[in-house]
T-cell receptor, first 117, second 110 residues
Framework: KAGVTQTPRYLIKTRGQQVTLSCSPI?????VSWYQQTPGQGLQFLFE???????NKGNFPGRFSGRQFSNSRSEMNVSTLELGDSALYLC????????????????FGPGTRLTVL | LAKTTQPISMDSYEGQEVNITCSHN???????ITWYQQFPSQGPRFIIQ???TKVTNEVASLFIPADRKSSTLSLPRVSLSDTAVYYC???????????FGQGTTLQVKP
């Protein structure tokens, strides 16, 4: 079974631009979560989607948004990029929706390395 | 919001048992505590998950006391390939948000 795939793997943008990252979950998984990882803040939860609905959201500004399609693929968008948005953005999928009940094992992709200049 | 505390780094030698403890408060009473392993340039990988007492799988054990204010990941007989960053993950009791620990960098020496 193929793992979680994320595209692109690397991205360089300038301040003020916007960016869209893509995530394809493991086949059959309906829950997709996004995380930001930086050396200073570690791993931080952005949001989770299940069946095209956002189920939970972390403490990030409205510039960070996402969506999930009917095939469970998900995209994350960051508008008006800031230098501090430089990070590794990780996507994870799981077979069950975790936040309405018990947390379920997540399978992470390799991440997209975003650099904002 | 739930707060987690892990040691920033630990050193060990091959063949030794390594215990990494994560302290956590305000976690959801009915949710699991989960540990992940991360190698450079890769996403985190699930190691083990538990609710209370002791859980063991083929790679690790997890000890959780009755008050669930901490959890200890135990790696038996580590090898060089266990050199990685280890994260605990909990669920905040009020918001349901997922909270990762800051990570413990384990360096296994020959």
């Amino acid at each position: 079974k193929a793992g979680v795939t994320q595209t692109p793997r690397y991205l360089i943008k300038t301040r003020g631009q916007q960016v869209t990252l893509s995530c394809s979950p493991i086949s059959g998984h309906r829950s997709v979560s996004w995380y930001q990882q930086t050396p200073g803040q570690g791993l931080q939860f952005l949001f989770e989607y299940f069946s095209e609905t956002q189920r939970n959201k972390g403490n990030f500004p409205g510039r960070f948004s996402g969506r999930q399609f009917s095939n469970s693929r998900s995209e994350m968008n960051v508008s008006t990029l800031e230098l501090g948005d430089s990070a590794l953005y990780l996507c994870a999928s799981s077979s069950l929706f975790g936040l309405a009940g018990l947390y379920n094992e997540q399978f992470f992709g390799p991440g997209t390395r975003l650099t904002v200049l | 919001l739930a707060k987690t505390t892990q040691p920033i780094s630990m050193d060990s030698y091959e063949g030794q048992e390594v215990n990494i403890t994560c302290s956590h408060n305000n976690i959801a009473t009915n949710d699991y505590i989960t540990w992940y392993q991360q190698f450079p340039s890769q996403g985190p990988r699930f190691i083990i998950q538990g609710y209370k007492t002791k859980v063991t799988n083929e790679v690790a054990s997890l000890f959780i006391p009755a008050d669930r204010k901490s959890s200890t990941l135990s790696l038996p007989r580590v090898s060089l390939s266990d050199t990685a960053v280890y994260y605990c993950l909990v669920v905040d009791s009020n918001t349901g948000k997922l909270i990762f620990g800051q990570g413990t960098t384990l360096q296994v020496k020959p």
